[in-house]
């Protein structure tokens, strides 16, 4: 946007200037005159220049462009100062009048660059052709125009032999320009369209101006300047237009007619009838017609005999490869044909990394069962491995191939006759058991399926073990429609890994779909809730084993729905980090906490703890540690008021953003707890990593403490180990004296529970806790 709006303003800014230059010419206004004309020169060379980053192609064309704007502003701006200033005529100073030059020696350049550039494209012997043909007419059109009407003394002075120098230039590029739009048919871009009909208007301005300036007619700020100052404008409009609309190159093919051969054939009827027209209204004499009749006739009879013979030659040519080529290319193309076929009988119906059959073919098998007579039911196994994913991500593509490879081999050898199996994609199989229907029979099959997918494979050097979750549907039992039986078998599959079945299978039940259901309605009501109105936080004591004094609370949201009543964290959580809104949802319960802390902590003069689970959705947003700080910050909270409870899941996460988020909490004073521990890995490896402060022991643990001895030593353990490396421990779901006795005697440092209090909303809180404190 800056950059359109950088070329935009001077834009706007030159055709502002160029209006008013117009205005003073119609006023015959000298001085303004010579005010605006540097100015919009000026604009024009700075309009290009700016440009010049942005092309794509002919940056060189753009330079000469910008150089030539350039040189003219400067020699009017010279003309203004010797002019209004110094009071001397400027067309006596020779440095001024070579300026005035310069550009038409660019345009020389720019012209035969871009000939040269295209050159390829034409034929060599019509481009002589061509350059005769202009060369004559504009020798017939300049000696009419200026010099048969001028009376004029050859003198061999410096002004004289400029004035012819850049009478040869502008001759040079109205050849060249001939040349460009004969040969190329008028197809030119609209960008080089208005730089060539600048250039064009700029030679026809210059033989006008020479052809004053030898019977001394010229007069500073004519009409002749308005044309001179277009062409800039013109320049400057070109090259904003390709940088907006960039033109390509192209090459002719082999086998094409060249550009200067593909001519409209009234081009030279049509020259003619302008001469006639110019001889009509007296422009130049009979002689003069002639000439110009002679070279146009002259000119055609050749063109027409070159391109006739290019036509033949292109024709001869072009049947003989065609001949050369048909029979090979029908022996190639019915070669292909016939592997093609062969290919598409071997993979249209196969896996090609398995040997099993393969999704399509699985598609059309059910198709073909659901319409057959001969079977009135069967049964769907969809089959996903477990822990596929990490031999992929660790070993390789190529070792995960030959682990899927080798469960291929253990389908095919598991083929029965009433028994099909498919690879259905990635590491997800699938197995049909036609005309069964008993439930004892279909578990048979999914316990053999899984002891067969069970049973280690050894890719050397490696042996890997996997383990598979099946889910199962039945037709008719369960659908009659393809489409939803395998959307049922998914589901079943999907309830077995999200959940820790003694069994590895499952058949679909209509309460999955109800539960699928519940889900989406939970995940639409949290999009829509009203947060302040709907979510509540509790506040659950933790107290100190040894003083029992309250050192601080969790908070623990909870959500009263209008329509449905209290709705579990346990239900709501996992939705919103699926959905991603536990990120609103964990911002609205820090500002929550956060304010609630310090208003209890300043009105009782306190420095109680809040204590604040996060997701590990947050704490994996780069910017959570930024945006917790700013909070802080902007709240007035002191960071020993703060407590973030983490899960071992997000510890054991070793990324570089995480690592960095630990080191800024550390920092600024916020203390970490890892919550539950003690169920999930209890890696001592991330504790020495970060900086946590204090290991919150599982209430799982703390439940059978009383009674069984490996809690008590898991329990006892734990605190051994905090203490060593100076972490601090507390211990949730307390609930009897006899545990908090047991604690107190291992050295627990803090407990929550049952015992001192249950989660209760903050004025509760207030008047159990605080007061009592």
């Known amino acids: 946007m800056v950059n359109q709006t950088k070329k935009l303003f001077p834009l706007y800014s030159l055709l502002f200037f160029f209006v008013f230059y117009f205005i003073s010419f119609l006023l015959q206004n000298d001085l303004w005159g010579n005010i605006f004309s540097p100015i919009v020169a000026f604009l024009s060379s700075i309009l290009i220049f700016i440009s010049i980053k942005d092309l794509k192609n002919y940056k060189s064309n753009a330079i000469l462009l910008f150089l030539s704007c350039l040189i ?126 600048g250039i064009f208007m700029y030679a026809i301005t210059d033989f006008y101006y020479a052809y004053l300036t030898l019977n001394n007619a010229y007069k500073a700020n004519s009409f002749v300047d308005i044309i001179y100052m277009l062409c800039n404008v013109l320049f400057s409009l070109g090259i904003l237009y390709e940088v907006s609309h960039p033109s390509a190159c192209t090459q002719k093919p082999v086998d094409e007619l060249c550009e200067n051969l593909k001519k409209p054939k009234k081009l030279v009827f049509l020259i003619i009838i302008i001469f006639y027209l110019l001889f009509y209204f007296d422009v130049f004499d009979f002689t003069t017609l002639i000439n110009a009749i002679v070279i146009c006739i002259f000119y055609w009879v050749l063109s027409m005999n070159i391109r006739t013979n290019m036509l033949d030659r292109l024709m001869l040519k072009t049947e003989k490869e065609m001949n050369e080529q048909l029979e090979k290319l029908i022996n190639e193309r019915t070669k292909e044909l016939n592997l093609a076929n062969q290919h598409l009988e071997e993979i249209s119906n196969t896996d090609a990394l398995t040997g099993l059959f393969n999704r399509r073919y699985f598609i059309q098998h059910l198709e073909t069962l659901i319409h057959s007579d001969k079977v009135n039911t069967f049964a769907l196994l969809y089959i996903d491995t477990n822990r596929f994913k990490p031999i992929n991500d660790s070993y390789g593509h190529e070792i995960g191939d030959k682990v899927l490879q080798e469960l291929g081999l253990r389908f095919s050898a598991y083929n029965l006759s009433e028994l099909t199996c498919f690879r259905i994609g990635g590491d997800e199989f699938a197995v049909i058991i036609e005309n069964c229907s008993d439930v004892s029979e279909i578990t048979n099959i999914a316990h053999k399926i899984f002891e067969m997918l069970q049973h280690s494979i050894s890719v050397p050097p490696y042996s890997f073990t996997l383990t598979a979750s099946i889910g199962i549907a039945r037709y008719p039992l369960d659908a009659e429609d393809k489409d939803i039986l395998i959307r049922y078998a998914d589901i079943a599959m999907y309830e077995v890994k999200s959940k820790s079945y003694k069994n590895n299978y499952m058949f679909f039940d209509k309460l999955f779909i109800e539960k699928i259901n519940k889900k989406y309605e939970i995940e639409v009501l949290l999009q829509n809730a009203d947060y302040d109105n709907e ?138 707890s ?100």
Request: with cysteine; aromatic share 16%.
């Open 674 to 773: 890892i919550d539950d521990f003690g169920t999930g890995y209890s890696s001592l490896s991330y504790i020495r990593k970060y900086n946590i402060d204090r290991l919150k022991i599982a209430k799982e643990l703390i439940d059978h403490i009383a009674y069984d001895e490996n809690a008590l030593l898991i329990v006892q353990t734990i605190i051994m180990m905090s203490r060593g490396m100076n972490l601090k421990t507390i211990s949730e779901g307390v609930e009897d004296m006899e545990q908090l006795e047991i604690l107190k005697e291992l050295g627990c440092d803090e407990i929550q529970g049952y015992i001192f209090g249950k989660p209760i909303p903050s004025l509760e809180f207030e008047k159990l806790h605080l007061n009592k404190n």
């Open 72 to 197: 003219w502003g400067t020699a009017d701006l010279l003309w203004l100062i010797f002019d209004e200033f110094l009071f001397i005529n400027p067309e006596k100073i020779p440095f001024i009048n070579v300026l005035y030059v310069l550009p038409n020696i660019f345009f020389a350049i720019l012209l035969t660059l871009y000939i040269y550039k295209n050159h390829e494209n034409w034929n060599t012997y019509q481009l002589f052709i061509d350059i005769f043909a202009f060369c004559a007419l504009g020798a017939v059109l300049l000696w009419s125009f200026i010099f048969s009407e001028t009376n004029h003394t050859f003198v061999l002075d410096f002004d004289y032999i400029l004035t012819m120098f850049y009478i040869f230039l502008d001759f040079y590029v109205m050849v060249e320009i001939g040349l460009i739009f004969f040969s190329k048919n008028f197809h030119i871009g609209k960008n080089f369209l208005l730089i060539f009909w």
């Open 535 to 672: 979510f509540m936080l509790y506040y659950q004591p933790q107290y100190s084993t040894d003083t029992q004094a309250l050192i601080g609370m969790e908070a623990l949201i909870r959500w009263k729905q209008p329509q449905n009543g209290l709705i579990s964290p346990s239900e709501f959580i996992p939705i919103a980090e699926e959905t991603g809104l536990i990120i609103q949802i964990g911002e609205w319960v820090v500002e929550k906490a956060f304010s609630q802390i310090k208003k209890w902590n300043e009105l009782n003069s306190m420095d109680l703890k809040m204590s604040i689970n996060i997701s590990p959705i947050q704490i994996k947003n780069t910017d959570f540690a930024n945006w917790l700080w700013k909070k802080m910050q902007n709240e007035k909270i002191k960071p020993e008021w703060i407590d973030l409870e983490i899960t071992e899941s997000v510890a054991m996460i070793s990324t570089s953003s995480i690592e960095k988020a630990f080191d800024f909490l550390n920092e600024i004073g916020v203390s970490i």
